[in-house]
Protein backbone atom coordinates (compact mmCIF):
# COMPACT_ATOMS: atom_id res chain seq x y z
CA UNK A 1 0.00 0.00 0.00
CA UNK A 2 1.59 3.49 -0.99
CA UNK A 3 1.49 5.83 2.24
CA UNK A 4 2.50 9.64 1.10
CA UNK A 5 3.13 11.96 4.16
CA UNK A 6 3.33 15.61 4.10
CA UNK A 7 5.37 17.43 7.16
CA UNK A 8 6.89 21.01 7.40
CA UNK A 9 3.53 23.45 7.06
CA UNK A 10 3.85 26.34 9.63
CA UNK A 11 2.32 29.41 10.99
CA UNK A 12 4.91 31.79 9.17
CA UNK A 13 5.28 36.10 8.41
CA UNK A 14 5.85 37.36 5.17
CA UNK A 15 9.45 37.08 3.79
CA UNK A 16 10.05 33.71 5.79
CA UNK A 17 10.78 30.35 4.84
CA UNK A 18 9.50 26.87 5.18
CA UNK A 19 10.72 23.40 3.84
CA UNK A 20 7.82 21.00 2.87
CA UNK A 21 9.10 17.11 3.22
CA UNK A 22 7.14 14.76 1.84
CA UNK A 23 7.76 10.77 2.47
CA UNK A 24 6.24 8.29 0.23
CA UNK A 25 6.32 4.15 1.23
CA UNK A 26 5.43 1.35 -0.88
CA UNK A 27 7.14 1.68 -4.49
CA UNK A 28 10.27 3.01 -5.81
CA UNK A 29 10.09 6.48 -6.78
CA UNK A 30 12.61 6.31 -9.67
CA UNK A 31 10.07 6.07 -11.85
CA UNK A 32 7.59 8.24 -10.70
CA UNK A 33 7.57 12.54 -10.92
CA UNK A 34 6.52 14.05 -7.55
CA UNK A 35 4.16 17.03 -7.73
CA UNK A 36 3.59 19.95 -5.01
CA UNK A 37 -0.22 21.37 -5.30
CA UNK A 38 -1.85 23.95 -2.83
CA UNK A 39 -4.87 24.82 -1.96
CA UNK A 40 -6.33 28.03 -0.80
CA UNK A 41 -9.67 28.75 0.86
CA UNK A 42 -12.41 28.99 -1.65
CA UNK A 43 -10.18 28.07 -4.90
CA UNK A 44 -9.49 25.41 -6.63
CA UNK A 45 -6.40 23.22 -5.99
CA UNK A 46 -3.68 24.26 -8.32
CA UNK A 47 -0.01 23.10 -8.97
CA UNK A 48 3.29 24.92 -7.74
CA UNK A 49 6.17 22.88 -8.66
CA UNK A 50 7.14 19.09 -9.96
CA UNK A 51 10.26 17.12 -9.86
CA UNK A 52 11.02 14.47 -12.30
CA UNK A 53 11.55 10.86 -11.86
CA UNK A 54 15.65 11.37 -12.33
CA UNK A 55 15.06 14.69 -11.05
CA UNK A 56 16.55 16.06 -13.74
CA UNK A 57 13.54 18.31 -15.02
CA UNK A 58 11.55 20.91 -13.21
CA UNK A 59 8.24 22.27 -13.60
CA UNK A 60 6.86 24.86 -11.67
CA UNK A 61 4.04 27.91 -12.21
CA UNK A 62 4.51 31.24 -12.27
CA UNK A 63 4.03 32.52 -9.23
CA UNK A 64 6.61 30.91 -7.87
CA UNK A 65 8.79 33.50 -9.33
CA UNK A 66 12.07 31.87 -8.42
CA UNK A 67 11.58 32.39 -4.66
CA UNK A 68 10.65 27.80 -4.34
CA UNK A 69 13.04 24.96 -4.79
CA UNK A 70 11.83 21.22 -5.36
CA UNK A 71 14.18 18.08 -5.11
CA UNK A 72 13.81 15.06 -4.07
CA UNK A 73 16.15 11.72 -2.35
CA UNK A 74 14.94 8.81 -4.07
CA UNK A 75 17.55 7.23 -1.83
CA UNK A 76 15.57 8.25 1.18
CA UNK A 77 12.10 8.06 -0.58
CA UNK A 78 11.56 11.65 0.45
CA UNK A 79 10.80 14.95 -1.55
CA UNK A 80 10.95 18.41 -0.55
CA UNK A 81 9.30 22.04 -1.25
CA UNK A 82 11.80 24.57 0.02
CA UNK A 83 10.03 28.37 0.45
CA UNK A 84 11.38 31.53 0.40
CA UNK A 85 10.09 35.21 0.61
CA UNK A 86 6.59 33.57 1.60
CA UNK A 87 3.66 35.96 0.43
CA UNK A 88 0.09 35.85 2.34
CA UNK A 89 -1.31 34.61 -1.17
CA UNK A 90 1.12 31.31 -0.68
CA UNK A 91 -1.34 30.28 2.14
CA UNK A 92 -3.03 27.22 1.81
CA UNK A 93 -2.79 23.70 2.15
CA UNK A 94 -0.23 22.01 0.54
CA UNK A 95 -0.57 18.47 -0.88
CA UNK A 96 2.54 16.09 -3.15
CA UNK A 97 1.46 13.86 -4.85
CA UNK A 98 2.98 10.74 -7.02
CA UNK A 99 2.68 10.99 -10.45
CA UNK A 100 2.20 7.90 -13.07
CA UNK A 101 4.93 8.54 -14.99
CA UNK A 102 8.51 9.91 -14.39
CA UNK A 103 8.09 12.11 -17.12
CA UNK A 104 5.14 14.01 -16.22
CA UNK A 105 4.84 16.13 -19.32
CA UNK A 106 3.09 13.12 -21.02
CA UNK A 107 -0.26 14.28 -19.08
CA UNK A 108 0.63 18.04 -17.93
CA UNK A 109 2.67 18.63 -14.62
CA UNK A 110 0.09 20.34 -12.91
CA UNK A 111 -3.21 18.03 -14.14
CA UNK A 112 -3.99 16.22 -10.66
CA UNK A 113 -5.62 13.70 -12.55
CA UNK A 114 -1.84 12.60 -13.90
CA UNK A 115 -1.31 11.77 -10.43
CA UNK A 116 -1.71 8.23 -8.59
CA UNK A 117 -1.31 8.92 -4.74
CA UNK A 118 -1.60 11.54 -2.76
CA UNK A 119 -1.16 12.74 0.84
CA UNK A 120 -3.69 14.66 3.19
CA UNK A 121 -1.54 17.55 3.08
CA UNK A 122 -0.32 20.09 5.26
CA UNK A 123 -1.32 23.53 5.90
CA UNK A 124 1.10 26.68 5.63
CA UNK A 125 -0.20 29.95 6.88
CA UNK A 126 1.36 33.05 6.19
CA UNK A 127 0.50 36.14 8.17
CA UNK A 128 1.98 38.96 9.87
Known amino acids: QVQVVESGGALVQPGGSLRLSCTIS????????IGWFRQAPGKEREGVMC????????YYADFVKGRFIVSRDNRKNTAYLQMNSLEPEDTGLYYC?????????????????????WGQGTQVTVSS
Open 97 to 117: AVHSYADPSFTGWNVASGYDH
Open 26 to 33: GLTLDYSA
Open 51 to 58: ISGSGTSI
